[in-house]
Structures are given as C-alpha cells and as structure tokens.
C-alpha cells in the first residue's frame, strides 16, 4: 500500500477506516492501483472537508454543504459526481462494518452538467466549405464525378441541417417498388425534401437554389456509377464509385479531408454543419420553433441551445462596435 496521507486533523479512527478499505479495494477486489490512487485522494478530500469531525458521525446535510463547496470552488460537476461515488462506496462498506443508521451520500447528487455548446462555422467559412468545389481527382469518371458529389452533399448539409444518417438516406426521388417505399427523397421541381429522422418522424425541409444547383450538377453524372446489380444504390440520391449507396463514415471522411484542404479553424464533421445552419438561421430569423422543425426536434429544449450560440453572435458583434464596449 502506499504511504499514508492524513488530513490536517483527522480523526486517527477514520484515516484507519479508509486506509483498511483502500487495502480491501486492491487485494481483494483486485482494483487497479490508477483507481485505488483516486479514491485514496477523494477520500482524503472527505477528510479534509470534515474538519475533524468523524466521518461515521456526518449527515446528509453535512455532504450536501461540502459538494456546494466544491462546486463554488470551481470543481466541474464531472468530477464531483465521480467523488460521490468514492464517498459512496465507501460508506457502502462503513454501514456493514458498523451497521450506521443511514447513508449520508444516499440521495445526493452532483449538480447538473452543463451541455457544452455545439461548434459552429462562421457564415464565411461555412459559405467558403460549402461553395468551394473539391479539386477533381485524376483518373476514370467515376473518380471525376466524386467532387460533384461531395459538393452536392455539403452543399445539402448545410442548406437543410440534416442529420448525417438523414443524408445517406436520401433516395433521389419517391419511389414505390412493390414493398419498397422511400422514406426519405428530395424534389427539387419544388425544392424541399421529405426526411425521417429519429422516432421515425417525418418533416418536409426546405432545399436552398445553391444545394440544389450542386444536386442538379451530381445528377448529371450520377447515371455513370449506377450499376444493375445494386438495387439500393439505384435508388440513392449519393453513390460511392462501387454504385452502392454512400454511408455516413464515407461522407464524414469526405468533409473532413475538404476542410482540412481549406485549412478552417475548426475540426469539420457533418453535425458541424448542422449546427451552424441552425445558428445561421437563427441568427437571421429569430424564430426558434422554425429552426426546430427543420431539424427535427421533438421537444424545443433541445433547440434552445442554439439561443445560446445566438448570443454570443450578437455579444462579439457587440464587443466589437459598441463605443462604450471596448476596452480603453
């Protein structure tokens, strides 16, 4: 076992209590000495935020003081829920050993995780990923006909804010075939789609005049990858040059090999663009239930993160033009 490290007066009684569980944790149930490592310094944490009070003797009221401590000191609330756990444990084992009247970390949680905000381009770097066609690739026409592809794909991506699954789903027209039916097509003669995306929910979404020249483009060379003995590629809106349908891996890639080309500030994958037509769209519309139909949200909450993206729009807008904003 490692060397012992007691807290600035500690009870002699507990630093005991967790050195023998640490001991239990490594010998008997075989944890590794990376874990072991972590509990013995949250643990210690315990004993330092009780102040010498005993550990068996602590109250919910007590735990739930020290985790607002924590908290206002800074601690993320990953970390403090992964201290919880150590606490827990081991009053799992105090209450066996002691038989305790009650757990004190029974029913305390750690304060909720903010969601980080999704990335989003700028407008003119999404406008420059988008509009910048991928330099044709040497060789047959298929391989010519890859760019128009990705083109056309990125273009869609960011016009619509599609899901990448949504993307690859895409059938170039509706189509029923005995029992086959498309579940999600595009109609550029009225340039908007029909997509399904999650719960099996469908939505009509909007295709922009610059996605669907790209698509118009693609189109024309398409016919060339089609082959006979691939039904579902024949019915795919994006085929790879074996004529099957294009999976989501093979657009990530895709997109991320053309922003790395463009050398954008930002790691691009197709939830990037997604992302930044939601906040585009918002930025210029402000109508919150419009963005969420076109992507598909079930509940609002879920749309609302982008409110946030908005406001720092306007805060760096802000920051930037306001005389009495900048700083002297």
């Known amino acids: 076992m490692p060397d012992r490290i007691t807290a600035a007066g500690a009870l002699p009684a507990d630093q005991g209590e967790i050195d023998t569980y640490l001991e239990i944790l490594e010998v008997q149930r075989k944890f590794s000495s990376h874990t072991v490592s972590n509990y013995r310094r949250d643990l210690q944490l315990l004993l330092g935020l009780a102040e010498g009070l005993s550990l068996k003797g602590l109250t919910q009221h007590q735990i739930r003081r020290f985790v607002s401590k924590l908290h206002a000191g800074g601690i993320s609330p990953r970390s403090i829920a992964r201290k919880l756990s150590a606490w827990r444990g081991f009053y799992q084992w105090l209450a066996e050993k002691f038989s305790l009247p009650s757990n004190p970390i029974d029913q305390i949680r750690a304060p909720r995780q903010t969601k980080p905000l999704p990335k989003a381009l700028s407008v003119d770097d999404a406008v420059q990923l988008v509009a910048t066609r991928p330099a044709p690739l040497p060789g047959s ?111 990530q890639i895709r997109l991320k090999e053309h922003a790395r080309a463009l050398e954008l500030p930002l790691k691009v994958h197709p939830h990037v663009l997604r992302h930044s037509f939601a906040s585009h769209v918002l930025q210029s519309s402000g109508d919150l239930r419009a963005v969420q139909e076109m992507l598909g949200h079930a509940s609002i909450a879920s749309t609302q993160v982008y409110t946030a993206l908005d406001y720092q729009h306007l805060a760096r807008i802000y920051d930037a033009t306001h005389p009495r904003a900048k700083k002297k």
């Not at 056309?152 to 991506?157: D, K, S």
């Not at 020249?213 to 189109?219: D, K, P, Q, S, V």
């Not at 082959?227 to 093979?250: C, E």
Request: glycine letters at 8%; aromatic letters at 6%.
């Open 141 to 251: 026409p298929e391989e010519l006909a890859t760019p128009l592809c990705n083109q056309a794909m990125f273009e869609l991506l960011y016009s619509s804010g599609l899901r990448v699954s949504e993307l690859a789903g895409l059938d170039f027209r509706h189509i029923q075939d005995g029992d086959y039916e498309s579940d999600s097509w595009i109609n550029l003669q009225d340039l908007e789609m029909t997509v399904t995306g999650k719960g099996n929910k469908k939505r009509i979404v909007p295709v922009g005049h610059a996605a669907a020249g790209a698509i118009a483009a693609w189109l024309s060379v398409r016919e060339k990858l089609v082959r006979a003995d691939q039904i579902d590629g024949q019915r795919a809106l994006f085929i790879n040059q074996r004529g099957t349908r294009i999976s989501a891996r093979t657009i």
